[in-house]
């Protein structure tokens, strides 16, 4: 969105054409004629446009083409802010949108009035060079709901993976049930799995995710319970919420899956 507002600062009304809407479709357009790179994202986006046509048609009723086996039921499905914005969206999933954005800033006369952004001797130059770094990302994966975070460090994903996996593989020996808690298949099953799964909701929610924020982690800090048992090593995290800041110490039994019998 922020691309196309630059792209449409003060657009010449000849460039933009007088009766479409679309003022960014016409500019691709107009670039295409001139430009092989531009082109090909035109005929991209013609192809995507018609695959979403043919997704209506088919929600609207027409079952023949779905039990024919078409193509388009293979297509992308795209969400109506990526329609909205198919043409910057293209070119930067095919990483020519720097391209095509510094050959209209080396052409700008032809498309813009003397004041645009696009047109300025330091603006237009710079705005083409940011781009080349989003264009150089691989959007290959949706966002979820906590895109917005880091990613998790290795020793993270394993231990997310090891709390997650072992209850799908109980019959392996090498593996250990979560937590030290064993699954029993009589009446009194339901509380334990109900602890299990609190305790493992409570290991996950150390991590950051999108609910808390993981300011400070630091592992093997010494704990004693009381001054006649021994020092526990755990890991000692600090979190912050919307409200406040939660400190929180785990012993590494629990953090690594060997409770076993330990109070």
């Known amino acids: ?18 009766l479409r809407t679309d003022k960014v479709a016409a500019l691709f357009t107009k670039v ?10 035109c005929k991209k986006v013609q192809e995507l446009q018609q695959q979403v046509e043919s997704r209506k048609n088919q929600a609207n009723g027409q079952e023949p083409l779905k039990r024919q086996g078409s193509t388009t039921s293979k297509a992308p499905v795209l969400t109506p802010q990526a329609i909205k914005h198919i043409w910057v969206r293209t070119a930067l999933i095919e990483k020519v949108l720097d391209k095509i954005v510094q050959y209209i800033v ?11 952004l696009l047109a300025d001797p330091v603006c237009g130059p710079i705005l083409a060079s940011l781009l080349v770094g989003p264009c150089a990302l691989e959007y290959t994966k949706l966002k979820t709901a906590d895109h917005y975070w880091t990613d998790p460090s290795a020793d993270e994903l394993v231990q997310r993976h090891r709390i997650h996996g072992v209850h799908g593989r109980q019959d392996s020996p090498s593996k250990r049930p979560a937590l030290g808690i064993r699954k029993r298949h009589s009446s009194g099953s339901t509380s334990e799995d109900r602890f299990a799964a609190s305790a493992r909701e409570y290991v996950e929610s150390l991590h950051q995710n999108s609910r808390t924020h993981l300011l400070y982690g630091k592992n093997n ?10 020092v526990i090593p755990g890991y000692l995290s600090l979190h912050q919420s919307a409200e406040s800041l939660t400190l929180k110490w785990t ?8 409770l076993g019998d330990s109070e």
């Open 32 to 41: 295409g004629k001139t430009y092989a790179i531009a082109g090909d994202v």
């Open 106 to 116: 080396d052409n700008c006369s032809k498309y813009y009035e003397k004041e645009a």
């Open 251 to 258: 012993p590494n039994q629990l953090m690594n899956g060997t």
């Open 221 to 230: 800090v010494l704990v004693q319970p009381k001054d006649d048992l021994e």
């Open 1 to 18: 969105g922020v691309v196309e507002a630059c792209l449409l600062h003060m657009l010449k009304r000849r460039a933009a054409g007088f």
